[in-house]
């Protein structure tokens, strides 16, 4: 007798050797138990799950001469000549028997008596292949069979299904094995064949295998013949084309460096190596996934798919960035490298697809360092001279919340020069639509719930304040932001940026404008609204009130400390 595969000489024969899908086993056994089979069951789910293999094993079920506690006997005429495929069980290719014709060729055959066991099992599997025109004439034999003829469809794709069909079956939706039951049943399978397997080695076929049991008993077949009597992790790696984790946490870490050049060393050894590119992009971004999951708190080997030392070095790498840049760069990755499949030359799609992430990296970083220099400097400079001795106490005036303004004290000795620092805030203003566009941006990556809560909102520069309008159906969004303390989140990341201090008016509708440092009750109940003669006339006497403060039109900040 030739060679037999392992998944087919592994396949169960009982309800009790099917792995998972513990609701489909017991609603069955019980079923047969009080003799309540339907008359048609529709299976569902992923490939490699044991859709067909429960179907047949159902058969034997119901036709046993010798049924113990729902569970088919195996070894009565009946059981054997369906095992065999003698009789009781016909299989049918949905995706090759699609046409009216064949489903009219099934019609004549249902009418015919089983030659022995109480009935017939036809067994539709990828139903869903079927045509329009075949499922219209299906209808009416899957509604009324005989008797003696019960119909099991299986689909990987139930809901091409017309829902004539669907109401008309039991739907029983198969479910990917758990990773702890595939890779026990590896070892299990290993050892009736005498093969010594490590349990990395076990656990990485069963990762491979995604959920779908004969995947996995495939690949273990091939690692088998590869390997003879001895299977270990770096042998499956190298018979998968698998990516090993140390050379991509090296490609990452010279992404982080930044080092492009030891980047596109690693792709030219990738390359000479013979493995597959993208099988590459596809552990690079699963990697970037883990530090994603890291990042967010979220450990076990299992959940993140790694096996063995590389952990703590993927700890290492999630440190150094914040999950929204992690999660930026992941979806860079995903998108960039989603066509390659397409492309004629995919290591040029690698190689640009990596020195995007390298730069969205590399530029995130130069912004940190750039802004932790700048924030050293700032508490050098206010640093109180301690060697002066303490004069008389001065008057000083109430303090100010920050982002008000105030006028600045009299210098008659000396005008301020403009700086660079006056540059940017002339940016701020003569060019505000590019500004905030960019400080949308800014925000993205440094302050996410901000930019959540303002994108797409209306903002205006008028008379140094920063108006944002929200409109009638964004009130809920309008109460967060104040919650969230929006505008004191503005004013000093606009104060960090632009080295300058600004107003922020938030309104909704046609309500008051709330200026920072106050918020609103969460639902309000105005007494009246500001009128349009009303609202005209509050503005021009805080217009007045600011000439009569600056009369020369120019203004200096100073907060309440006075700098």
């Given at each position: 007798?030739?060679?037999?595969?392992?998944?087919?000489?592994?396949?169960?024969?009982?309800?009790?050797?099917?792995?998972?899908?513990?609701?489909?086993?017991?609603?069955?056994?019980?079923?047969?138990?009080?003799?309540?089979?339907?008359?048609?069951?529709?299976?569902?789910?992923?490939?490699?799950?044991?859709?067909?293999?429960?179907?047949r094993i159902l058969a034997r079920a119901a036709n046993c001469l010798d049924l113990k506690h729902g569970e088919p006997c195996g070894k009565c005429d009946n059981c054997e000549g369906i095992s065999s495929g003698v009789w009781g069980?016909?299989?049918?290719?949905?995706?090759?028997?699609?046409?009216?014709?064949?489903?009219?060729?099934?019609?004549?055959?249902?009418?015919?008596?089983?030659?022995?066991?109480?009935?017939?099992?036809?067994?539709?599997?990828?139903?869903?292949?079927?045509?329009?025109?075949?499922?219209?004439?299906?209808?009416?034999?899957?509604?009324?069979?005989?008797?003696?003829?019960?119909?099991?469809?299986?689909?990987?794709?139930?809901?091409?299904?017309?829902?004539?069909?669907?109401?008309?079956?039991?739907?029983?939706?198969?479910?990917?094995?758990?990773?702890?039951?595939?890779?026990?049943?590896?070892?299990?399978?290993?050892?009736?064949?005498?093969?010594?397997?490590?349990?990395?080695?076990?656990?990485?076929?069963?990762l491979h295998g995604k959920g779908s049991l004969r995947d996995t008993i495939s690949l273990l077949d091939q690692a088998l013949i590869y390997c003879g009597n001895k299977i270990e992790l770096d042998s499956v790696k190298e018979l998968?084309?698998?990516?090993?984790?140390?050379?991509?946490?090296?490609?990452?870490?010279?992404?982080?460096?930044?080092?492009?050049?030891?980047?596109?060393?690693?792709?030219?050894?990738?390359?000479?190596?013979?493995?597959?590119?993208?099988?590459?992009?596809?552990?690079?971004?699963?990697?970037?996934?883990?530090?994603?999951?890291?990042?967010?708190?979220?450990?076990?080997?299992?959940?993140?798919?790694?096996?063995?030392?590389?952990?703590?070095?993927?700890?290492?790498?999630?440190?150094?960035?914040?999950?929204?840049?992690?999660?930026?760069?992941?979806?860079?990755?995903?998108?960039?490298?989603?066509?390659?499949?397409?492309?004629?030359?995919?290591?040029?799609?690698?190689?640009?697809?990596?020195?995007?992430?390298?730069?969205?990296?590399?530029?995130?970083?130069?912004?940190?360092?750039?802004?932790?220099?700048?924030?050293?400097?700032?508490?050098?400079?206010?640093?109180?001279?301690?060697?002066?001795?303490?004069?008389?106490?001065?008057?000083?005036?109430?303090?100010?919340?920050?982002?008000?303004?105030?006028?600045?004290?009299?210098?008659?000795?000396?005008?301020?020069?403009?700086?660079?620092?006056d540059f940017e805030k002339k940016n701020l203003i003569d060019d505000f639509p590019a500004t905030w566009s960019s400080f949308l941006d800014w925000a993205r990556r440094e302050d996410l719930i901000l930019m959540i809560l303002i994108?797409?909102?209306?903002?205006?520069?008028?008379?140094?304040?920063?108006?944002?309008?929200?409109?009638?159906?964004?009130?809920?969004?309008?109460?967060?932001?104040?919650?969230?303390?929006?505008?004191?989140?503005?004013?000093?990341?606009?104060?960090?940026?632009?080295?300058?201090?600004?107003?922020?008016?938030?309104?909704?509708?046609?309500?008051?404008?709330?200026?920072?440092?106050?918020?609103?009750?969460?639902?309000?109940?105005?007494?009246?609204?500001?009128?349009?003669?009303?609202?005209?006339?509050?503005?021009?006497?805080?217009?007045?009130?600011?000439?009569?403060?600056?009369?020369?039109?120019?203004?200096?900040?100073?907060?309440?400390?006075?700098?």
């Amino acid at each position: 007798m030739g060679y037999i595969a392992l998944y087919r000489k592994y396949r169960p024969e009982k309800f009790s050797e099917v792995i998972g899908q513990e609701h489909v086993k017991r609603t069955l056994q019980n079923a047969i138990k009080r003799d309540q089979l339907s008359h048609a069951y529709l299976f569902s789910g992923p490939r490699g799950t044991g859709k067909t293999t429960v179907a047949r094993i159902l058969a034997r079920a119901a036709n046993c001469l010798d049924l113990k506690h729902g569970e088919p006997c195996g070894k009565c005429d009946n059981c054997e000549g369906i095992s065999s495929g003698v009789w009781g069980v016909v299989e049918i290719d949905g995706a090759s028997h699609n046409s009216v014709d064949d489903i009219r060729d099934l019609q004549d055959f249902i009418h015919h008596v089983p030659m022995k066991g109480t009935y017939t099992v036809y067994i539709i599997d990828e139903v869903h292949m079927l045509t329009k025109p075949a499922f219209n004439a299906f209808l009416k034999t899957l509604e009324e069979p005989p008797r003696h003829a019960k119909f099991i469809l299986a689909t990987t794709e139930p809901f091409k299904l017309p829902k004539t069909i669907l109401s008309r079956c039991q739907h029983f939706s198969f479910t990917h094995i758990a990773l702890a039951d595939i890779t026990a049943q590896v070892q299990y399978i290993s050892s009736a064949e005498n093969v010594e397997i490590t349990p990395e080695a076990a656990e990485f076929l069963a990762l491979h295998g995604k959920g779908s049991l004969r995947d996995t008993i495939s690949l273990l077949d091939q690692a088998l013949i590869y390997c003879g009597n001895k299977i270990e992790l770096d042998s499956v790696k190298e018979l998968l084309g698998v990516a090993n984790e140390t050379i991509v946490s090296d490609i990452v870490d010279a992404m982080i460096e930044p080092n492009p050049g030891e980047v596109m060393k690693f792709v030219d050894s990738i390359i000479a190596s013979g493995q597959d590119l993208q099988e590459i992009a596809t552990a690079i971004i699963t990697h970037f996934r883990n530090l994603m999951l890291v990042k967010s708190g979220i450990r076990g080997e299992r959940i993140l798919g790694y096996i063995g030392e590389e952990l703590p070095r993927l700890q290492k790498q999630s440190d150094q960035f914040s999950r929204e840049l992690i999660l930026q760069t992941l979806e860079y990755l995903a998108e960039s490298t989603r066509r390659m499949h397409l492309d004629i030359d995919q290591r040029l799609s690698l190689e640009t697809a990596l020195l995007g992430a390298l730069s969205m990296l590399s530029k995130s970083k130069e912004d940190t360092d750039k802004k932790t220099t700048e924030k050293k400097s700032q508490v050098t400079a206010t640093e109180p001279n301690v060697s002066f001795p303490r004069k008389q106490p001065v008057k000083t005036e109430p303090e100010l919340e920050e982002g008000v303004l105030r006028p600045a004290k009299k210098i008659t000795s000396r005008k301020v020069e403009p700086t660079n620092l006056d540059f940017e805030k002339k940016n701020l203003i003569d060019d505000f639509p590019a500004t905030w566009s960019s400080f949308l941006d800014w925000a993205r990556r440094e302050d996410l719930i901000l930019m959540i809560l303002i994108r797409g909102i209306k903002a205006t520069f008028e008379s140094s304040t920063i108006k944002l309008n929200f409109k009638k159906n964004e009130e809920l969004r309008y109460h967060i932001a104040n919650e969230n303390n929006v505008q004191s989140r503005i004013v000093n990341h606009i104060n960090l940026l632009f080295k300058t201090k600004v107003l922020v008016e938030m309104s909704y509708s046609e309500e008051k404008t709330i200026r920072e440092g106050t918020t609103p009750p969460l639902n309000p109940e105005w007494t009246g609204d500001i009128q349009g003669s009303e609202k005209k006339k509050w503005e021009n006497e805080i217009n007045e009130n600011f000439m009569k403060s600056f009369p020369d039109g120019k203004l200096e900040w100073e907060d309440a400390a006075g700098n």
